[in-house]
């Protein structure tokens, strides 16, 4: 019999969010004997406990009603907005096993890991919002972020730079315009911040300062290495495979929905560092990630996933800027890498699978014993 896996995922008017990835997963699905569908809180009915999940069809989705899943998959990517407030407390509910747990904001998650010796040297000084903490920043360091905690793809973002006459701010709104002033002072800069924070605030977001880096490898763009670690089907944690995303000109941020592209990570770095220290700097990565996913599951339970944006220096060092429990996968789409953006899609339902598996050998384990 198939063990059924839904996907939990946010539904709207306009359908569902990133169609491509969930339509794949369905479908690779199918081919491990796996019974996928996509679901939202709205399509579950506690009173019949059965919910309507949908698949894709050749020209759109088709929605059918379907028993109670055997394990979920959490791929709701929530903000603190009014269309997402149901998300929260139904996930709390705790109505299903699922294969990822619940994860904090950027802030709560920086917090977390900056306890750990181990991590703290790869991780730039963040500090929540305050004038106080504004003009400390911007004494050390002569680039300042300025980040919502809730935030992804590169909006509600701004970059503060000290330069000999004041300030340079250079940002994106939430609904992606650009941005470009010239401040004099701090006090001004401080009431300025203050009026973009309550602007781009959503729901009751925070924001927060984090240290800029020095990551114009290329000259007038961000650069930064996106690297995606996640569990196979026997619940060991791989890094699925790592590249270069290079900003837009005169971009703040080096997302890819921002007008960045991708370029594979070992080719970018040799040119620019040569072979050996590439070698390092990619192993230094790796060795990053894989400690700081144990510490996240040590903290928040047990994780699948997480995509992590890794700042390399101009000097060849390296920092863990964030880390993202719902990844995407499109760098991989975009170089042209089919076979590790396919792995990329397959390893969640793997990873399912195997703890379903497990499930099942304990079960026999104890009829044996029985």
């Given at each position: 019999m198939k063990k059924r896996i839904g996907v939990l995922t946010y539904r709207g008017e306009k359908g569902f969010i990133e169609p491509g990835i969930l339509r794949l997963m369905v479908r690779e699905g199918e081919k491990m004997n796996l019974e996928v569908f996509l679901f939202s809180p709205q399509d579950v009915d506690l009173t019949a406990r059965k919910i309507r999940g949908y698949t894709p069809t050749q020209t759109g989705w088709k929605s059918n009603w379907y028993a109670w899943p055997d394990i979920v998959i959490d791929r709701y990517r929530y903000y603190p907005?009014?269309?997402?407030?149901?998300?929260?407390?139904?996930?709390?509910?705790?109505?299903?096993?699922?294969?990822?747990?619940?994860?904090?904001n950027k802030f709560s998650v920086h917090r977390v890991l900056?306890?750990?010796?181990?991590?703290?040297?790869?991780?730039p000084q963040t500090l929540e919002y305050s004038r106080e903490a504004l003009s400390l920043l911007l004494q050390e360091h002569r680039v300042v972020y300025v980040k919502p905690t809730n935030g992804t793809g590169?909006?509600?973002?701004?970059?503060?730079?000290?330069?000999p006459d004041g300030f340079h701010l250079q940002g994106q709104t939430k609904q992606k315009k650009k941005i470009s002033e010239r401040i004099a002072s701090l006090e001004v800069l401080h009431?300025?911040?203050?009026?973009?924070?309550?602007?781009?605030?959503?729901?009751?977001?925070?924001?927060?300062?984090?240290?800029?880096?020095?990551?114009?490898?290329?000259?007038?763009?961000?650069?930064?290495?996106?690297?995606?670690?996640q569990k196979d089907g026997t619940g060991t944690w791989k890094l699925t495979g790592m590249a270069i995303r290079l900003g837009a000109k005169r971009s703040s941020t080096s997302n890819l929905h921002s007008g960045g592209r991708a370029v594979p990570a070992a080719r970018f770095l040799t040119e620019h560092f040569g072979y050996e220290m590439t070698r390092q700097i990619i192993g230094e990565c790796k060795d990053l990630a894989l400690h700081a996913v144990s510490r996240i599951e040590q903290h928040f339970g047990q994780m699948m996933e997480f995509g992590m944006d890794i700042g390399i220096d101009v000097k060849g060092n390296v920092w863990l800027i964030e880390m993202n429990p719902k990844p995407g996968r499109d760098i991989f789409r975009q170089l042209?890498?089919?076979?590790?953006?396919?792995?990329?899609?397959?390893?969640?339902?793997?990873y399912a699978a195997h703890l379903l598996q497990n499930d099942q050998q304990v079960s026999d384990e104890k009829h044996v014993c029985v």
């Open positions: 907005v009014p269309k997402h407030a149901g998300y929260l407390p139904f996930r709390r509910q705790q109505l299903f096993r699922y294969a990822n747990s619940r994860f904090a900056e306890q750990d010796p181990i991590l703290r040297k790869w991780l590169g909006r509600s973002i701004l970059r503060v730079v000290r330069t009431q300025r911040l203050q009026m973009w924070m309550k602007q781009e605030k959503q729901g009751n977001e925070q924001f927060f300062l984090q240290q800029g880096l020095e990551l114009s490898l290329v000259p007038g763009r961000t650069v930064d290495a996106r690297l995606l670690a042209g890498q089919w076979r590790r953006y396919l792995e990329a899609v397959r390893r969640p339902l793997e």
